[in-house]
């Protein structure tokens, strides 16, 4: 692989194997989005990634539960708090970690960051950092494969602040009305940022809220990523099938804090711990091993494996080059607009010279 | 289109914020195959038949927003479309802008080439988080992977006494935004033919169309189509200053520069057409020319594109001056709803002739 092509094949998943049953690729999904943002909290102490960083620790069987249910040609819009479902998607750690290092190697070309992932060619639309500001983005996508006849879902994510905006209202309102093939996830961490649910919603049961609009809406375990896996496949052959919008609320929690600058004064210490012996990953490990179907020593291949992925990906980053300063302004309009081609004439006639 | 409004077009018989829908004959559905010879259209009919020969010539064009449909739009812009197209291709939404332009901003991403309305620009300020933080920033921060192929359609500006929510020229303020073009027809074969230029854009487009010029009638030329969305054009070559102005305003301002003609003063009109990126050759070359500039806009003064324009004057053209850049805009008043009032406000062609005069005194 060079710097100018860090994208793999999203069917690699390191420790995991054809052959191996599919709960065993669960685990390894999540244990690469745990350990990926482990060295990312790690590199950003260190100072190699800067900006906002927002982890998904704890998180993880959301996102490997509800991607477990979509094909590559499906569409994912997501949050912030989105280095696993890039992940999850098909992006390879490489293209993910040098966007969070700036680098020209990066997805966007280091002008996203950890906030703004994107890749067209495994249809991952971000990335994006207003609550609620994806929501429109995702039915308009599902929008385009309704009026072209593809048969394509577009799974939005987002958190349970999200609901207290109008762009959750309007769009689930829309997406509904017009039945397009959405599927809104709501990952229900408990707190927007510092704000408690209680504190922010009138209705605390988000799944009765969401089903005012008059569409199949229910709540799952948000840390059992196999219930995740199976409410999700539900949903998506429904949809598929011209069901209309679902609404999949999972209840997880958050185990670090927001952002590298949260010191969690909004909640108990006892909380957090509460909900660790909840842990996805230990559930799910702890499942497989009791049945027998991995044994410790699969599991230390496991881990192997993905910390040399992640080792690989902080090294393609760090060694990566930085994009040329001259290319700074790059990417406002595309390579065929006409205001790229007119630049050169307005700068002249700025000088008083003729072009 | 004629090249003056009658003072009655601008102060307007429409009283309401969502006008009645224009008379039947206005309604009917015209050809859409090209006609043979010139025609003469309103503004409204031209923008319409823009819309119509989009969505013939492009499968992928669709007509999405607030009454589009089943009333006509709410200045009767697409009266006849749904019959012709179907709800499918023409859309209503609910009263959710957000929503809507943010669909048309993934539906374009999707492959489609959609057209959103927004009945006013003070309406699009419920967008405005899906038009700057994702239409404008999403091929940027996607490190150019991504490109938004959408037109968004808008009503602005005042004089039909719809008071301070339904009447401001914020044209300007969108111009402060790199990663979209603004553009402004003022003229019939512009409201006909930027559009298919604007959906041909691979980028965001956003389109201001005045409330004032939907009567307003003119000519459309025999094989008028698609028109640049990069010049600025001279609406009336002029040797003695530069009137410099867009939309709304053209017409009146057109009708300055005659009454300036009858003092034997030689006025150019320039109509910016494309407000972002500004045309910095037309309006440069005509003031390098001229040696005098007056910018006439319906917008506030403060922070506005008159200062935009006014300034790239002063630093690329200063020497060239003979006489300090005047500007003639809306008082910084919400708008007004009492008639004199609102009149007061907004630019006046005695507004403007004065402000010539002051600049050929040198701005004594």
């Known amino acids: ?193 510092g704000t408690a649910l209680a504190r922010s919603e009138s209705e605390t049961n988000l799944a009765v809220k969401a089903a005012a609009y008059e569409l199949p809406a229910w709540s799952v375990d948000g840390m059992d990523v196999l219930a995740v896996a199976e409410a999700a496949d539900r949903a998506v052959q429904a949809i ?94 595309d390579p065929a607009s006409s205001v790229l081609r007119r630049a050169p004439l307005l700068a002249a006639a700025r000088e008083g010279v003729a072009p | 289109m004629s090249a003056r409004r009658s003072p009655t077009a601008r102060s307007g018989a429409r009283a309401t914020a969502v006008a ?47 009454d589009v449909g089943m009333y006509g739009g709410c200045f009767g ?5 749904l019959e012709q197209f179907g709800p499918e291709r023409i859309r209503d939404t609910p009263l959710s802008e957000s929503a809507f332009v943010g669909a048309g901003i993934g539906a374009a991403l999707g492959g489609m080439r959609p057209i959103v309305e927004i009945m006013t620009v003070n309406f699009s300020l419920l967008a405005l988080d899906q038009i700057m933080n994702t239409a404008a920033a999403l091929q940027h921060m996607s490190g150019g992977q991504f490109h938004v192929p959408l037109v968004i359609r808008m009503t602005t500006g005042a004089g039909r006494q719809l008071a301070a929510q339904h009447s401001h020229s914020l044209e300007g303020w969108y111009g402060h935004i790199p990663g979209i073009r603004i553009v402004a027809p003022a003229t019939i074969p512009d409201a006909y033919g930027m559009l298919a230029t604007a959906l041909a854009d691979p980028d965001p487009v956003l389109v201001f ?67 972002r990126p500004l045309d910095d050759v037309a309006i440069l070359g ?5 040696h005098r500039a007056v910018v006439v806009d319906e917008g506030w003064r403060t922070g506005s594109l008159s200062a935009e324009v006014a300034a790239r004057i002063t630093e690329h053209a200063f020497y060239d001056l003979d006489a300090p850049v005047a500007r003639v805009c809306s008082a910084e008043v919400p708008m007004p709803y009492a008639r004199h009032l609102e009149l007061a406000a907004l630019p006046t062609l005695e507004g403007v002739v004065a402000a010539a005069e002051r600049v050929l005194r040198g701005g004594a």
């Open chain 1, 240 to 333: 598929r099938a011209g069901g209309g919008p679902h609404f999949l609320e999972a209840r997880t929690f958050r185990f670090r804090a927001h952002s590298m600058f949260d010191p969690e004064r909004y909640r108990e210490k006892a909380e957090v711990e509460q909900w660790k012996q909840r842990d996805p990953i230990e559930l799910l490990r702890g499942r497989l091993v009791g049945q027998g179907t991995l044994a410790e020593a699969d599991l230390a291949v496991m881990e192997a494996e993905v910390a040399a992925v992640v080792d690989d990906a902080a090294a393609f980053a760090e060694e990566s080059p930085l994009e040329d300063l001259a290319d700074l302004e790059l990417y406002v309009h």
């Open chain 1, 1 to 193: 692989m060079t710097a100018d092509t860090p994208t793999q094949a999203p069917a690699s998943t390191p420790g995991f194997r054809d052959g191996d049953p599919p709960e065993v690729r669960l685990l390894a999904q999540m244990l690469l989005v745990r350990r990926f943002e482990e060295r990312c909290v790690e590199l950003y102490s260190a100072g190699s990634i800067r900006g906002f960083l927002h982890v998904y620790v704890g998180e993880e069987a959301v996102a490997t539960g509800v991607m477990s249910a979509l094909e590559p040609d499906d569409a994912v819009v997501a949050t912030y708090r989105e280095h696993g479902h890039a992940l999850l998607k098909g992006m390879s750690a490489r293209a993910v970690m040098a966007e969070m290092y700036g680098k020209v190697t990066g997805c966007a070309r280091g002008r996203g960051g950890s906030m703004h992932l994107f890749e067209a060619a495994t249809r991952f639309y971000g990335g994006n950092a207003i609550v609620g500001g994806g929501l429109p983005l995702a039915i308009g996508l599902a929008l385009a494969d309704r009026l072209a006849g593809r048969d394509r879902v577009t799974a939005c994510f987002f958190g349970e602040g999200a609901m207290a905006e109008g762009e959750f209202h309007e769009s689930v309102n829309l997406a509904a009305l017009w039945r397009l093939p959405v599927l809104f996830v709501c990952e229900n961490n408990l707190y927007a940022m």
């Open chain 2, 20 to 66: 009645p829908p224009p008379p039947p004959d206005d309604a009917a559905p015209t050809s859409p195959e090209p006609e043979a010879g010139p025609r003469t259209l309103t503004y409204r009919e031209a923008c319409r038949e823009g819309i119509r020969a989009a969505m013939l010539a492009d499968e992928r064009v669709f007509l999405m927003g607030e």
């Open chain 2, 209 to 275: 169309e005045h409330g004032g010029l939907y009567n307003a009638s003119g000519e459309l030329p025999a094989g008028a189509g698609a028109v640049d969305l990069d010049t600025a054009a001279v609406r009336r070559p002029g040797t003695d200053l530069t009137l410099i102005t867009y939309g709304g305003t053209l017409p009146m301002v057109l009708e300055a520069a005659e009454r300036l003609a009858a003092a034997g003063v030689d006025a150019e009109v320039l109509d910016l057409r494309t407000l």
């Open chain 2, 286 to 290: 005509s003031v390098r020319r001229t």
């Open chain 2, 77 to 81: 812009v697409s009266m006849g479309l």
